[in-house]
């Protein structure tokens, strides 16, 4: 079965076009959106990624309108992949079916951008935080208690005063007395 999936980035926008483009392909039942592609949570479109089931073609007018972010489309198409549902663009011709040898290159090809893409973002994250390792700034929030206040804790815990008492007294949680005294 073929399911189309409609997309204006506004109300004032009309969907027109791609609905017809989509009947004239042969899709059955068509979903729809008024929203901005950039929003990854669509009504429409998570309620036809519900209703594909295994066999079935999800069809868009074009790459664009099922998501903004490549991130976002490759999780998508990704995602058809895995449940043996193939993808159509309409206007870029992309047809994505695990059938031919055409449709599993595009499917790989999808997948490896998308590891491209979380190898690129481990990188980046490991080279900032190591610019900020090496400024001095240490990843996390910020200490409760200063080297002061935490001898003043382990001082008064080892003298047995009560961790509720310790706690009030130092304006934190027993929870964090207790991190305090097992570090």
């Known amino acids: 079965m073929k399911v189309g999936y409609a997309r204006v980035s506004t109300v004032d926008q009309n969907l027109d076009l791609q609905i017809d483009a989509l009947k004239e392909y042969g899709c059955e039942k068509i979903y729809q959106d008024k929203v901005s592609g950039a929003k990854e949570r669509r009504k429409g479109l998570d309620e036809a990624l519900e209703y594909v089931r295994e066999g ?30 193939s993808f159509h663009s309409l206007q870029e011709n992309i047809t994505m079916d695990r059938s031919n040898a055409t449709g599993q290159l595009m499917f790989h090809l999808f ?41 003043m804790l382990r001082t008064l815990a080892k003298d047995g005063t009560p961790i509720k008492d310790i706690a009030e007294m130092l304006d934190i949680s027993r929870t964090t007395v207790y991190s305090y005294l097992d570090t």
């Open 56 to 85: 079935d073609t999800l069809v868009v007018w074009r790459l664009d309108r099922l998501g903004r972010t490549m991130r976002h489309l490759i999780e998508i198409v990704n995602g058809l992949n895995e449940r043996g549902i």
């Open 111 to 151: 997948a490896s951008f998308a590891e491209f893409e979380r190898n690129l973002i481990r990188e980046r994250t490991a080279a900032g935080q190591a610019a900020a390792r090496a400024r001095g700034r240490m990843g996390g929030r910020p200490k409760k208690l200063s080297p002061k206040e935490v001898d």
